[in-house]
């Protein structure tokens, strides 16, 4: 089809759209906005060192632990569902793998596909009430948030006979081939070369300030690619966005609704327990209190990025910059004057532009008439 | 009739049916949705399947998509007998419908909508990707035969009138080989200009060999594009009438039930 017959036909009622109009129509847009913003903001008010190698190496850590989760997050926010247990399925995932490792002294090749197995199922749970009984998602995980919060200590305490802390995971991983897959940095060697030519920053004795690039900052690129090809260029995400933009035309048009939506659930809760074993074999323990309140810090990650609460609609890539937001505005803060605990108002008033703007948005992208 | 010179109204081809309907029975419990009816439909033809609420053309028409099994009577496709078991089936079968709502999902393009549930795909194995170019060409290329000029095949369905919004839904079915369109009152909630494109689709949609049902309970716009009229009236068929041998007068009688609809019609002065 040539460019002139499609300008032969142009409807004389339609204006010409500029490019301008068409960024704005981008899901991801609020959140690149706000990354820009809050770049600008830390630019003019933090320490420069914020903006070093090593200081954005130092907010990219806590921005990808929690971006992992909120691109779950949004995909399952895209296929119209929420789901608030991934903050406790994240203790709950990493109780497992501390246990299966320390206390039961399984190598990672077991333990790793373990804890995704075990976290798939209890997503997989999560699903299948919430389709079947036709619940609200809310309801349904906010009762795991409960359950598997609650289990994680019980478990814990079976696990350490007494105490609400697992430790030794550390030594018990040490030295596994799969080890460097999900601890520690990666490109430590390539930093090294970089280090001695004297393109990144060194210690005095020549060692690089930052060893090599935290591994979960690795995760979070690559998932956040893999979701965002999945959305936008496969069948699959086709069925993601139909499912949450209506339930009943999409299954009215032969898509596997409730496939999708199951599936989705395991995918969060999958995206839940490596996150677990990221940040237990980091902190060489875990306990009952990991993922405190990450679903809502995930949700609004997601939200940030342009995902709309009644599904349908949303980016992996603008979770992505939601998850940067809240790492630079967590760290930043300590780089500045600002009293730290500014963090949460800040949170909360990002959180209310977002969904104000998203909801401006999606008024224009359906003309809604 | 105006629109008269406006469609083209092929004599009811005499070929045989793609479907037929035999004495299809429905009842809920003790209720008696439909207590025999016969339709068929041919090739080429729009059939308009008319009543007023509660005559039973809902029930009727989810008898023939697979949505509810009948109590007895038999249903004919292509001369072999069928037995629909979901909607899946039917569709497969090449019986598309397409409801008034719950079609299309206003935030997602004109593309995607099109393709739900049946994306093309290039590639292989974990390569395998949607095969965008594609179908966006198909997309701009099947509505502009429908006389819709997309500005953009990202355009998102909710920027598009109801009308479009039902002519993406025929489009779409007619692209994957619809053999039967039924269509559920497709006019009931548009505007003139609208309705007079919806059934300007029908025309086409007619040409291209496909059989149409029409449902409506709308005389005028039956008449419009209607080949064959049968009229539903309290879960039974009052009769099938060709085009020409019955006026949108008879035809309103049939609908009302033999009341005296003419003695109200006078006081509302011909405007029903």
């Not at chain 1, 990672?108 to 995704?116: E, K, N, V, W, Y």
């Not at chain 1, 696990?159 to 596994?176: F, H, K, M, P, Y």
């Not at chain 2, 729009?46 to 053309?57: E, F, M, S, T, V």
């Not at chain 2, 019986?95 to 795909?121: C, H, K, W, Y």
């Amino acid at each position: 089809m040539s460019e002139d017959a499609a300008q032969a036909v142009r409807d004389e009622r339609m204006k010409a759209e500029g490019l301008g109009a068409r960024i704005l129509k981008r899901p991801e847009l609020g959140a690149v906005a706000g990354f820009i913003l809050v770049t600008v903001f830390f630019l003019l008010t933090a320490d420069p060192a914020m903006f070093t190698f090593s200081g954005i190496v130092n907010f990219m850590t806590p921005a990808a632990q929690l971006g992992i989760l909120a691109i779950g997050a949004s995909l399952l926010m895209i296929g119209g569902e929420f789901d608030l247990s991934i903050g406790s399925m994240v203790a709950f995932a990493g109780l497992f793998f501390a246990a299966a490792t320390v206390t039961l002294g399984l190598p990672l090749i077991i333990a790793i596909p373990a804890t995704f197995l075990l976290s798939a199922m209890v997503g997989s749970i999560n699903g299948i009430i919430v389709i079947r009984s036709g619940l609200p998602s809310f309801i349904v995980t906010l009762a795991f948030l409960f359950v598997l919060r609650g289990l994680s200590l019980v478990g814990l305490k079976i696990a350490t006979g007494g105490s609400t802390q697992l430790r030794g995971v550390r030594e018990a991983v040490e030295g596994d081939w799969l080890a460097p897959f999900f601890s520690g940095d990666a490109f430590g060697a390539l930093f090294k070369v970089l280090a001695d030519a004297g393109i990144i920053e060194t210690f005095n004795n020549g060692a690089p300030k930052v060893p090599g690039l935290p591994i979960e900052i690795v995760w979070f690129v690559l998932i956040a690619l893999l979701a965002t090809w999945v959305l936008l260029r496969t069948p699959v995400g086709n069925w993601i966005f139909a499912a949450g933009g209506d339930a009943n035309a999409a299954s009215n048009a032969g898509v596997p609704v409730r496939k999708v939506k199951i599936s989705l659930f395991m995918v969060t809760a999958c995206c839940a327990a490596l996150v677990a074993i990221i940040t237990v074999m980091d902190a060489g323990s875990t306990d009952a209190r990991r993922g405190f309140m990450k679903e809502f810090e995930a949700i609004i990650a997601a939200v940030i990025g342009g995902c709309l609460l009644t599904g349908g609609y949303g980016s992996a890539i603008g979770a992505f910059f939601g998850a940067v937001i809240f790492g630079m505005v967590v760290i930043g803060l300590t780089y500045t004057d600002f009293d730290q605990d500014w963090f949460q108002v800040f949170l909360g008033g990002m959180l209310l532009v977002a969904v104000l703007f998203n909801n401006a948005i999606r008024k224009r992208v359906t003309g809604e008439r | 009739m105006t629109a008269d010179s406006k469609f083209h109204h092929g004599e009811a081809p005499d070929v045989a049916p793609i479907i037929e309907m035999q004495n299809i029975e429905k009842h809920f419990g003790n209720i008696i949705a439909l207590a025999g009816v016969s339709f068929d439909v041919k090739p080429g033809e729009c059939h308009c399947l008319l009543g007023d609420n509660g005559a039973g053309k809902s029930t009727f028409i989810k008898t023939m998509s697979g949505v509810h099994k009948p109590t007895s009577g038999q249903i004919l496709f292509e001369g072999k007998q069928m037995s629909f078991s979901t909607p899946r089936d039917a569709m497969e079968a090449g019986i598309a419908t397409v409801f008034q709502d719950l079609a299309m999902i206003p935030l997602m393009s004109v593309t995607r909508n099109f393709f739900m549930g049946r994306e093309p795909t290039k590639g292989v194995g974990p390569f395998k990707r949607l095969d965008m170019d594609r179908m966006n060409e198909i997309a701009m290329t099947e509505m502009r035969e429908m006389g819709i000029n997309l500005r953009a095949p990202d355009q998102a369905v909710g920027t598009l009138s109801g009308g479009e919004r039902q002519t993406v839904a025929i489009a779409r079915a007619v692209h994957f080989g619809a053999k039967i369109l039924i269509l559920d009152e497709p006019t009931s909630a548009l505007g003139v200009r609208q309705t007079s494109n919806v059934l300007a689709t029908i025309d086409k949609v007619r040409k291209q060999g496909v059989g149409v049902v029409f449902i409506s309970h709308n005389v005028r716009h039956a008449m419009a594009v209607g080949d064959r009229f049968t009229v539903l009236n309290r879960g039974k068929t009052l009769g099938t009438a060709k085009r020409g041998e019955i006026t949108s007068e008879q035809l309103q009688d049939l609908m009302a039930g033999g009341q005296e609809l003419a003695k109200l019609e006078g006081s509302l002065g011909g405007t029903v």
